[in-house]
């Protein structure tokens, strides 16, 4: 995780960048109050990056951010060699009620704008304590810490919806997707679906794993 103490001042170009930024909680740990708090601006070894629920007007960015995408991300996000989003898939995206379906968008500030990175998103699965979740990020900017910062926005936020559990399929090739989300959830189960990994990540703590009192 790269999120650094902010400077004390935000830079000039940053467009909404807060005078200080909050720092993150591991998912699972008690203190889910970040998310509450959207957006969230925090300062990277790269710069600066704002996380923030998706609008009904972000769908022409997002059109054009999964097509700045390579194949081989969209390939690993979609698991099909998707070229553009489809209409259900924009729909998908944009049209989070903030509770049963959720959109997070990363965007990081370029030249006094806020240029759009990367996406997660969950929908409630039928039963409602899981929700199905995935991410991607755009190529260059992969390998940064984004992806950890959105993360744990989306199970915070997840959490704040009472959700316990959050899955998601991954490719089996995908080895880059399963140590970032490895490293993420302290409590992990995988089950192995052909090639397909379904990847269930437990939000909170059971009660054994709590330190004991005194
Ligand atoms: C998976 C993904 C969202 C991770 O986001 P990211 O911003 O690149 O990840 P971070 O920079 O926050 O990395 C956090 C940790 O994850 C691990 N990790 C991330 N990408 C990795 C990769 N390609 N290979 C190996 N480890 C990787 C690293 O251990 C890293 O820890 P480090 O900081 O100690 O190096 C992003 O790489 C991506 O969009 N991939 C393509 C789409 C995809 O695979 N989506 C998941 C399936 S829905």
New binding site residues.
């Given amino acids: ?2 999120a650094t103490v902010p400077s004390p001042t935000a830079p000039p170009t940053a467009p909404s960048a807060p005078p200080t930024a909050r720092t993150l909680t591991p998912p699972g740990a008690a203190a889910f109050g970040e998310a509450r708090r959207l957006p969230l601006v925090v300062r990277l070894e790269i710069g600066w990056v704002r996380v923030r629920p998706v609008h009904h007007g972000d769908g022409p960015a997002l059109h054009a951010l999964v097509g700045r ?1 390579s194949a ?3 390939w ?2 979609f698991h099909a060699p998707v070229v553009q989003l489809t209409a259900s898939q924009l729909r998908s995206l944009i049209q989070a009620d903030h509770r049963d379906q959720e959109t997070l968008l990363a965007e990081v500030e370029q030249g006094g704008r806020w240029r759009l990175a ?1 996406f ?1 998103q969950y929908h409630r699965l039928r039963g409602g304590g899981h929700a199905d ?7 260059a ?11 744990r926005c989306l199970t915070e936020r997840a959490s704040l919806a009472g959700i316990v559990a959050l899955t ?4 089996s090739e ?4 399963i ?3 490895r ?2 959830a302290p409590r992990l189960e995988r089950r192995l679906h052909g090639t397909t990994i379904e990847l269930i990540c437990w939000l909170g703590r059971r009660a054994d794993q709590r330190p004991a009192p005194g």
């Fill in positions: 995780m790269t995408m081989r991300t969209r690993l996000r990367g997660a979740s995935a991410i991607a990020l755009e190529d900017w992969q390998g940064h810490g984004i992806g950890t910062v959105l993360a998601g399929e991954v490719l995908n080895r880059g997707a140590g970032f989300i490293g993420l």
